[in-house]
Antibody, heavy 117, light 108 residues
Framework: QMQLQESGPGLVKPSETLSLTCSVS????????WNWIRQSAEKGLEWIGR???????NYNPSLKSRVTMSVDTSNNQFFLKMTSVTAADTAVYYC???????????WGQGTLVTVSS | DIQMTQSPSSLSASVGDRVTITCRTS??????LNWYQQKPGKAPKLLIY???SLQRGVPSRFSGSGSGTDFTLTISSLQPEDFATYYC??????????FGPGTKVDVK
């Protein structure tokens, strides 16, 4: 049973960079798509983007200018960086596996990130 | 963007009830539609994929149907553990996956 776990700062100051790590256990990160999804009361569930272990990425166009994803297959981890954050980026951030590019079948427990000074 | 709507936004039901939730998309997505269940403080859980395929381990009281722009999630006999919020998600546009706003199922 594959398990995903998000980690990173729970508080980020406005205009700074949000950095999160998703650690994958119980299987290899190789192959599959790896996604970041966030959830807030204002916007509901919002897909941020995904990275394939080949390095290919797809980002939500509304966030594309501020988002970078990367993957470290040797350590079974993938990463999210979001620059110039504002209060609107306050949300629970989830990492999720996408088996065939079309459904999120494994999720991390989520981590709350608050943007505040 | 493919816009998603769900109805109702909330419903009250009793154990044993048959519950039906509808999801509508702003353009045809064939059967590229998934359903998730989310309980408070937990991550969403995949229930149904490709509109009607039951995810492994999900009870058979859950079923999905539909194609094009109109989809339905049905719980044939609501159980106590089914009180939760349900979301649909389209995977037709893999450059921008989108979710519905959710349907909360609570106790009547």
């Amino acid at each position: 049973q594959m398990q995903l776990q998000e980690s990173g700062p729970g508080l980020v100051k406005p205009s700074e960079t949000l950095s999160l790590t998703c650690s994958v256990s119980g299987g290899s990160i190789s192959v599959y798509y790896w996604n970041w999804i966030r959830q807030s009361a204002e916007k509901g569930l919002e897909w941020i983007g995904r990275i394939h272990t080949s390095g290919n990425t797809n980002y939500n166009p509304s966030l594309k200018s501020r988002v970078t994803m990367s993957v470290d297959t040797s350590n079974n981890q993938f990463f999210l960086k979001m620059t110039s954050v504002t209060a609107a980026d306050t949300a629970v951030y989830y990492c999720a596996r996408d088996l065939a590019g079309d459904k999120f079948d494994s999720w991390g427990q989520g981590t709350l990130v608050t943007v505040s000074s | 963007d493919i816009q998603m709507t769900q109805s109702p936004s909330s419903l009250s039901a009793s154990v044993g009830d048959r519950v039906t939730i509808t999801c509508r998309t702003s353009q045809s997505i064939s059967t590229y539609l998934n359903w998730y269940q989310q309980k408070p403080g937990k991550a969403p859980k995949l229930l149904i994929y490709a509109a009607s395929s039951l995810q492994r381990g999900v009870p058979s009281r859950f079923s999905g149907s539909g194609s094009g722009t109109d989809f339905t999630l049905t719980i044939s006999s609501l159980q106590p553990e089914d009180f939760a919020t349900y979301y649909c998600q389209q995977s037709y546009n893999f450059l921008l996956f989108t979710f519905g706003p959710g349907t909360k199922v609570d106790v009547k």
